[in-house]
């Protein structure tokens, strides 16, 4: 995927006054991965209640409220979904569109902006992605539920960030960026697949929505405009398109932004003068009169310097900033709430033997450490990459295992591809047990590994 929006972003990054304002895209790393991994508790949370809900004396309220219908009517159109669906198919297109910008931010200015620092992540990824899927169609082939062979590919970030956390500074710090990387790359094939694999028809009046949203996200970038709300209103536009389409609703998030401008109308360079001659007026001003914090000209002043800090703030950046947050404390774990309560009985446990669950559990705890491992020791040793700095291959294969960490985006997947069978259910155990034995693996073998630190300045 790469619309008019990322080619221009790329080819203005590539200025030589873009290039300073770098720093200004990207944001912190330590931020980042602090936020992800607290999220990835909230998120364990929420599973947790779910489960406990599911199998406990008032589970029949819990079914009942991922029943509930919700409508929004326009007109003579409704729109009518139930809980569930508003989450899974209206809240989590935000949750793509945070993946999007993500994965914007990561190949302009990010891991996977230089060739040497991204090949180890998008060949890591890309083994870690093809061998459980393997794995799967090995136990499945022409069986009835081949079609969830999507599901034991996906990592997710915050759990396997979080587990990271627990660490501590006995994990080097490019392992983390590594595992982010690689996440990202894994989303993007996620995506793909979820595009081409997992839809069942297609509306082409919806389809021609598409293409007009997408024709409007793209003026707003080549423009520069960057008003969240032009985003908002077009995304919306987008997402409809999208699902009277038949294709899966949530791919507009990813869409929409990979359209928001990653510029920036004010060089950062040139900010401090800006502000400064903003302050020199204020002084003047109240050499003047005494100072009044409602005087016309003083309010017009502070808003013509708070409209450089925007203008020096590339809109990617700040709409990562507003939506962050919400995705991670609050739209994950609502997903992590409505989609990981699973009845466990007899009958589900003692399916955990048949293939689909095998396929899964195998394909998240195996599948993914030997596809990661496989991928990053060929790309090493043939110079098409480096180790990440710090880090030895103990340190690599723990956190290959971390990667199996499916959680959200294989629960995502298992809903496509098994909605309202009785295999959705065997599917959701087998990815929390495949995640729970991931991770205790990965754990295991870094707390197993030697520490190592970063060295001192000399």
Not at 115 to 137: D, Q, S
Not at 263 to 290: C, F, H, M, N, Y
Request: glycine letters at 12%.
């Amino acid at each position: 995927m790469n619309p008019g929006g990322l080619a221009r972003d790329e080819e203005l990054l590539g200025q030589s006054d873009a290039e300073r304002a770098g720093d200004s895209v990207a944001r912190p790393f330590q931020l980042f991965a602090q936020r992800q991994a607290s999220g990835g508790l909230v998120l364990l949370g929420c599973a947790i209640l779910a489960l406990a809900w599911a199998n406990s004396p008032w589970a029949a309220a819990y079914w009942q409220m991922l029943g509930v219908p919700l409508a929004i009517s326009l007109g003579e159109q409704v729109l009518r979904l139930d809980l569930r669906h508003w989450i899974n198919d209206g809240l989590m297109a935000i949750f793509f569109f945070g993946v999007g910008l993500e994965i914007k931010r990561e190949f302009l200015v990010g891991e996977l902006a230089e060739r040497r620092k991204a090949m180890l992540p998008i060949v890591a990824a890309v083994g870690g992605m093809v061998v459980p899927a393997l794995i799967y169609v090995g136990f499945n082939f022409n069986g009835a539920g081949a079609k969830g062979w999507g599901i034991p590919m996906a990592t997710d970030i915050a759990f396997a960030l979080g587990a990271l956390a627990v660490l501590g500074s006995r994990i080097p710090e490019a392992l983390k960026v590594f595992l982010v990387a690689l996440a990202i790359v894994d989303d993007l094939g996620a995506l793909l697949v979820i595009a081409i694999f997992y839809t069942a028809s297609i509306e082409w009046r919806g389809v021609a929505l598409i293409v007009a949203f997408l024709l409007a996200l793209w003026v707003a970038n080549r423009i520069g405009a960057n008003r969240g709300s032009v985003y908002l209103i077009l995304g919306l536009g987008l997402w409809a398109g999208f699902y009277m389409s038949g294709l899966h609703a949530t791919l507009a998030g990813v869409l929409t932004a990979l359209f928001v401008p990653a510029r920036v109308k004010i060089v950062p360079g040139a900010l401090p003068q800006v502000i400064r001659r903003g302050a020199d007026s204020i002084e003047a001003q109240a050499l003047d009169t005494e100072p009044d914090a409602l005087d016309p000209d003083r309010v017009a002043i502070i808003g013509a310097i708070g409209g450089s800090l925007d203008a020096a703030t590339a809109p990617l950046q700040r709409f990562e900033h507003v939506v962050q947050p919400w995705i991670t404390y609050g739209i994950l774990p609502a997903f992590g709430l409505f989609n990981a309560g699973v009845a466990i009985d007899a009958t589900v446990l003692g399916t955990l033997s048949t293939a689909v669950p095998l396929g899964i559990m195998v394909g998240l705890v195996l599948g993914k450490s030997v596809g990661i491992g496989l991928a990053s020791w060929l790309a090493v040793k043939t110079g098409l990459a480096v180790l990440p700095e710090g880090a030895t291959w103990r340190h690599l294969i723990g956190t290959a295992f971390l990667a199996g960490i499916g959680f959200t985006m294989a629960l995502f997947i298992s809903g496509l591809a098994f909605a309202g069978t009785d295999f959705e259910r065997e599917a959701q155990l087998a990815i929390l047990i495949g995640s729970l034995l991931a991770a205790a693996l990965g754990i295991a073998i870094l707390l197993t590994s030697k520490a190592t630190q970063a060295p001192g300045p000399e």
